[in-house]
């Protein structure tokens, strides 16, 4: 059954999406040609350890607007909720607005952190990944937040992306042909990318790690290494399946038909 599907990303921060599946929602929009909606919760405004927090939001946003326009995302939403604090939000609040744009925009996926993946530390990829379940799963509801101004509609699919995946993350998507765009993503969130090298810095400071590579830290080098260690990553997770770059989701169907009647009434697309 080809269809066209519209997708809607949820992420808690501006980099989520292009280190977790940029390379998948590339694919979904070269390949397939679907609108792909992106929607960050928070400002980000913890992420660096040089700019303040409110210069840093400004920044991020710009960078992310930039990488939403490199991927050909339909929309880049930014909620603005302050970065680290999801969990002071209530989750129904939190439900209610992603439930909303899920409505407003008909999606027919939802690609978000996976609720369940263990060892998550950050509470806002905690908080993003329950609050989108829920609203994905009772979106069709009409009862669920009937003062919607959009009409209730069923998510039949998800993709869920973590750190560390569970055993039944079993969907990997080959992103041969879309890792260089995934890292050129990546790459606009500059502020981002010296959050980035600057934890390692840390890092190797308090461990007593000297490593000649942190000596003369340009941005040429940091991208240089974040680039590595992308390519580095994704082939390590397509190694399973033989491919040479991929991104690994547990994937999910919402809904029922397919038990119902024993067949694959929906599929997941890329793989
Ligand atoms: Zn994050």
């Not at 977790?20 to 694919?27: K, P």
């Not at 003062?147 to 569970?166: C, D, I, N, Q, R």
């Not at 992103?175 to 600057?198: G, P």
């Amino acid at each position: 059954m080809n269809r066209e599907k519209t997708v809607l990303v949820v992420v808690a921060h501006a980099d989520d999406m292009e280190f977790m599946a940029a390379g998948t929602v590339a694919r979904f929009i070269d390949e397939r040609h679907y609108p792909v909606y992106e929607y960050i919760l928070t400002d980000n405004s913890k992420g660096s350890y040089r700019l303040s927090g409110p210069e840093l939001a400004e920044v991020s946003a710009r960078e992310a607007v930039e990488a939403g326009q490199l991927l050909g995302l339909q929309e880049l939403r930014l909620e603005g909720y302050p970065d680290g604090e999801l969990n002071l939000v209530s989750p129904n609040t939190l439900r209610d607005k992603i439930m909303a744009f899920i409505r407003e925009i008909k999606a027919d996926i939802v690609m978000s952190w996976d609720p369940f993946a263990p060892y998550e530390d950050h509470p806002d990829h905690r908080a993003v990944a329950m609050a989108t379940l829920e609203a994905a799963a009772f979106s069709g509801n009409p009862l669920f937040h009937p003062e919607h101004l959009y009409e209730p509609h069923f998510v039949a699919e998800a993709y869920w992306f973590a750190k560390v995946p569970t055993n039944d993350a079993d969907c990997y998507v080959d992103i041969e042909a879309a890792i260089d765009k995934k890292i050129h993503a990546l790459l606009l969130h500059e502020c981002q990318m010296d959050l980035t090298v600057d934890a390692l810095l840390q890092e190797a400071r308090t461990i007593g790690a000297d490593l000649p590579i942190f000596n003369d830290l340009t941005p040429e080098v940091r991208n240089q290494l974040i680039e590595a260690g992308i390519r580095n990553f994704c082939a390590e997770t397509a190694q399973a399946k033989g491919l040479a770059f991929a991104e690994r989701f547990r994937y999910e169907k919402f809904g029922m038909l397919d038990k119902l009647f024993g067949m694959d009434l929906v599929q997941p697309d890329l793989v």
